[in-house]
């Protein structure tokens, strides 16, 4: 069975760091393409950033490049998110989707595999 995990959410003030993680069991994360969306409240779900399994190519949405930073450790099988220079816009549930394509999609119906999301608050 396959279950995938988010951690690392919480309260944070504007200009603070969070790191979230996304791990999974039942299937081999670090051969598969990892997307983290986030949805904020009374907002549809978006893409953030992507890392894809083949030479870990990894993309940023616009409203986060420069600010967040995604890495894989193949040997925890499981991925980081790291998040700086946070703002209060970045307020949201954030979820880990994977699947085993090559590509990164911003489209959540490309994603069989979903964690239960992790809430992040920047508030001062």
């Known amino acids: 069975q396959v279950q995938v995990v988010e951690s690392g959410g919480g309260l944070v003030q504007p200009g603070g760091s969070l790191r979230l993680s996304c791990a999974a069991s039942g299937l081999p994360l670090d051969a598969y393409t990892i997307e983290w969306f986030r949805q904020a409240p009374g907002k549809k779900r978006e893409g953030v950033s992507c890392?894809?399994?083949?030479?870990?190519?990894?993309y940023y949405a616009d409203s986060v490049k420069g600010r967040f930073t995604l890495s894989r450790d193949n040997a925890k099988r499981t991925v980081y998110l790291q998040m700086n220079s946070l703002k209060s816009e970045d307020t949201a549930v954030y979820y880990c989707?994977?699947?085993?394509?090559?590509?990164?999609?911003?489209?959540?119906?490309?994603?069989?595999?979903w964690g239960q999301g992790t809430r992040v608050t920047v508030a001062s």
């Open positions: 890392i894809s399994s083949v030479d870990d190519y990894t």
């Open positions: 989707a994977t699947r085993d394509d090559p590509d990164c999609s911003d489209s959540e119906e490309d994603y069989p595999y």
